[in-house]
C-alpha cells in the first residue's frame, strides 16, 4: 500500500537563523471585554431632523445629559450620574417608547487574543478560521487529548556503539505524549536518520494543533494551551517507498486506532487514506473506528488529494459514516486545486494551495531535518516549512474539536457545532466541495453559549424558603448576567417573574457570586433582618455566598430566570434560562422523633456555667 495523502511541500528550507516577523497590526475589534459597556451611557439616534436642543430636551426628561454629538445624522451620547442607578435597559425602554430610533449602551471593545509568535503573520489559516476571536473564549485544556495517526514527530541518530539520541522541534515536544510506533512495535515514534522524509509528516500535522502558542518562537497552534497530542506512528522505519511516499499497513491503522482508544484520546486526526479508495474492501477498518465512535471519540480524516485526477471521490476513512470528512481551501477561500470532494465532505478549512498564493499560499507548521555540520556529521535542524494537502486542513478541524470539547461541549454535540456554524461556501448548503461550509472556530465556540441551572436538581423541589442555587454558564459575557427569582407568574411572556422587576444579581454585584475559572454562579438565599435592613439575619448555619432577599420564599411554585449576552457577539445575542422549582415544607412523619437543640447549662444564679462554676 502507498500513502494516498502525500504531502506537497515547498521549495524554499528555513534555518534556524531565519528573520523573526513579529506581528504588530492588531485584529478588528470583535469582541467584548468585562464589563462589556460603559454602565452609564447610551448611543441615542432620535428621529430625523434632530438638533442638539432637542437631544438635550430628550435628555432631561429621562435624567439625562448630552455628553457629546456623534458624528453620524441624529445620534449623540447620552448619560446620566451613575448614582441614579444602573438600570440601563430601562433607560433603553423609556427611550424608545419616547421615540428614540436607537437607544444602545456604549459597548467597550478590544483587541483578539494574538499570540506573539514570531512567523504567526504567515498563518492565514488561522485568520481565516477566526482563530483571534475564538482563542478570547477558549485556548485549550490539558484534559483533552488528541491522537494523530501518522509518519513520526522527531528524528533519532543510532550510533555504532548502539546508544541512540533524538532530536525534537522546540515549538512542539512539550505538547507531546509518550505515544508508540505500530510500524515497528515500540514505544517510540520517531524516524531514524536518513528518513527524514517521513519523519516530518506527522509533526507538521501535530504543529497546527497543538505547537505552543504565545511562546515568542515559529508557528501557533489551534490549540493555544493544554491540548496534549498522543504521538501514533504507523509507518515502518524502512517502508519508504522508492518515490519517497511513507506507506503503512491497515494493521497498522487499526492497532493506531486501538491505542488512541484505550490512551484517553477523545480525537484523533487522520491526515492519511487508502491507497484504491473506496474500490477497497476495508470492512476491519470501518469496524475499528465505529468502536471509536460508539466509545464517544471523534474522528477527523482528510478527504483526499486526488482532486484533479479522474477520480475525485472522498477516500477512506473519510468517506465511513460518522467520521468528520474534511476538503481544503487556499488563502482565497477557493476548494484547493489538489482536494478531492463529493457527497461525504462535511467541512472545509485551511490546507493551503502554492497555485494560487506561491509557496506562501501553503499552510506553515513545525518540521525537521537533517544538515552536514562544519565536521560532515549529520545534526538536526529544526524550522517552519509550507506544505498543502488535505492533510493541512483536517487538523485545524481536530484542533477546533478539541476547543469545543476543553469548552465543556459534550462530544456527540461537537460535529453539529462544528458544521452548523460554518461559513457558507459554494452553492447551497451541504455541498461537494464545503461540505456546510469553511470553518469557524469562534462561531463553533459561540453556539455553544449556555446557562444551566443545576441545583436546585431533578423537579426543582427544595424544603426551604431560603434555597442554594448553582448556575453553569458557557461563552456568557460575566457582566451581561442578571439573575430574577419570583413567583411563578408571567403574563407577559418574557421570562421574568412578574414581582421581580429589578434584577437580584447584575453587573454591580456579580463578582460576589461568579467563579471565572469554573464559569459557575453559586448562591445562598438569605433573609434580610428588618431591624437592620441591607444586613441578613444570623443564622446557627453560616450560608455559601449569601444573596440577601427581603423574606423567605412562601410555600409553592417559583421561577429562577437567568438571562446573559454570548461573549464576543456583535449582534448582542442573548441566551435565556428558566427554571421552576417549589417550595416544600418539611414533614416529619408521625410517630415518636428525636431532636436535638442545642442549649446552654446555667447555675444557680442564671448565668451561663463557666470552667469556674463548680
Not at 537563523?17 to 468585562?34: N, T
Not at 454602565?39 to 442638539?52: E, F, K
Not at 518515490?243 to 492519511?272: H, P, Q
Not at 478531492?340 to 485551511?350: M, T
Amino acid at each position: 500500500m502507498k500513502h494516498t495523502q502525500s504531502r506537497q511541500t515547498g521549495i524554499r528550507i528555513l534555518m534556524l537563523a531565519v528573520a523573526a516577523i513579529m506581528l504588530a497590526s492588531a485584529a478588528p475589534c470583535l469582541g467584548q471585554s468585562s464589563p462589556d459597556h460603559v454602565p452609564n451611557q447610551l448611543i441615542v439616534t432620535l428621529q430625523p431632523g434632530s438638533n442638539i436642543a432637542t437631544a438635550r430636551q430628550v435628555a432631561s426628561a429621562h435624567g439625562m445629559q448630552v455628553a457629546k454629538k456623534l458624528p453620524l445624522a441624529d445620534t449623540y451620547l447620552l448619560e446620566w450620574d451613575p448614582s441614579q442607578g444602573y438600570d440601563i435597559h430601562g433607560k433603553i425602554t423609556e427611550l424608545k417608547g419616547a421615540g428614540a430610533v436607537i437607544a444602545e449602551p456604549n459597548a467597550y471593545c478590544k483587541f483578539d487574543a494574538v499570540p506573539n509568535d514570531s512567523l504567526y503573520g504567515d498563518l492565514w489559516g488561522m485568520e481565516m478560521i477566526n482563530m483571534p476571536a475564538a482563542w478570547d473564549i477558549e485556548k485549550g485544556k490539558d484534559s483533552v487529548i488528541v491522537a494523530v495517526i501518522d509518519t513520526a514527530f522527531y528524528l533519532r541518530f543510532d550510533y555504532d556503539d548502539g546508544s541512540s539520541s533524538f532530536f525534537m522541534h522546540p515549538d512542539i515536544k512539550d505538547r507531546l505524549l509518550p505515544g508508540y510506533d505500530f510500524g515497528n512495535n515500540d514505544d517510540d515514534p520517531s524516524m531514524p536518520f536518513p528518513n527524514q522524509s517521513c519523519a516530518t509528516h506527522g509533526l507538521h500535522v501535530a504543529g497546527t494543533i497543538a505547537a505552543t502558542t504565545d511562546n515568542n518562537e515559529g508557528v501557533a497552534g489551534v490549540c493555544w494551551e493544554g491540548v496534549k497530542i498522543l504521538p501514533i506512528k504507523v509507518i515502518d522505519d524502512a517502508s519508504i517507498a522508492p518515490n519517497g511516499d511513507c506507506t503503512f499497513t491497515i494493521t497498522s491503522a487499526i492497532e493506531g486506532l486501538d491505542y488512541a482508544m484505550r490512551n484517553g484520546a477523545k480525537v484523533v486526526n487522520n491526515s492519511w487514506g487508502v491507497i484504491g479508495g473506496r474500490s477497497v474492501e476495508v470492512d476491519s477498518l470501518r469496524a475499528k473506528i465505529r468502536e471509536l465512535l460508539d466509545a464517544g471519540i471523534i474522528v477527523v480524516a482528510s478527504a483526499g488529494n486526488s482532486g484533479y485526477s479522474s477520480d475525485p471521490s472522498v477516500g477512506l476513512p473519510a468517506a465511513f459514516d460518522g467520521v468528520i470528512a474534511v476538503s481544503a481551501v487556499g488563502p482565497d477561500e477557493a476548494l484547493a486545486y489538489y482536494s478531492s470532494y463529493g457527497r461525504e465532505v462535511d467541512i472545509a478549512a485551511p490546507g493551503g494551495d502554492m497555485s494560487v498564493g506561491g509557496e506562501e499560499g501553503g499552510i506553515r507548521s513545525t518540521t525537521i531535518w537533517t544538515v552536514k555540520d562544519l565536521d560532515g556529521e549529520d545534526v538536526g535542524v529544526w524550522g517552519y516549512l509550507w506544505w498543502q494537502g488535505t492533510s493541512m486542513a483536517s487538523p485545524h478541524v481536530a484542533g477546533a474539536a478539541a476547543l469545543l470539547l476543553s469548552l465543556g461541549v459534550p462530544a456527540a454535540n461537537v460535529p453539529y457545532y462544528l458544521t452548523s456554524s460554518a461559513k457558507p461556501a459554494g452553492e447551497g448548503r451541504p455541498n461537494d466541495q464545503f461540505g456546510w461550509g469553511i470553518l469557524d472556530v469562534h462561531a463553533a465556540l459561540q453556539m455553544a453559549a449556555e446557562i444551566k441551572v443545576v441545583e436546585p436538581s431533578g423537579s426543582g423541589n427544595v424544603y426551604t424558603g431560603l434555597p442554594f442555587f448553582t448556575v453553569k454558564t458557557k461563552v456568557i459575557e460575566k457582566s451581561s448576567i442578571k439573575v430574577y427569582i419570583g413567583t411563578n407568574v408571567d403574563l407577559d411572556m418574557d421570562g421574568i417573574p412578574d414581582d421581580r422587576a429589578t434584577p437580584l444579581i447584575n453587573s454591580t454585584n456579580i463578582d460576589n457570586y461568579y467563579d471565572d475559572e469554573s464559569r459557575q454562579l453559586s448562591f445562598q438565599l438569605v433573609e434580610e433582618d428588618p431591624n437592620n435592613l441591607g444586613q441578613a439575619i444570623t443564622y446557627p448555619i453560616q450560608p455559601q455566598n449569601p444573596l440577601i432577599i427581603p423574606q423567605a420564599l412562601e410555600a409553592g411554585p417559583h421561577r429562577i430566570c437567568i438571562i446573559g449576552d454570548i461573549f464576543g457577539s456583535t449582534t448582542g445575542n442573548q441566551v435565556k434560562t428558566i427554571k421552576v422549582f417549589s417550595v416544600v415544607p418539611k414533614i416529619i412523619p408521625a410517630g415518636i422523633s428525636l431532636m436535638s437543640v442545642p442549649y446552654a447549662l446555667a447555675n444557680g444564679d442564671g448565668n451561663p456555667l463557666t470552667e469556674e462554676d463548680p
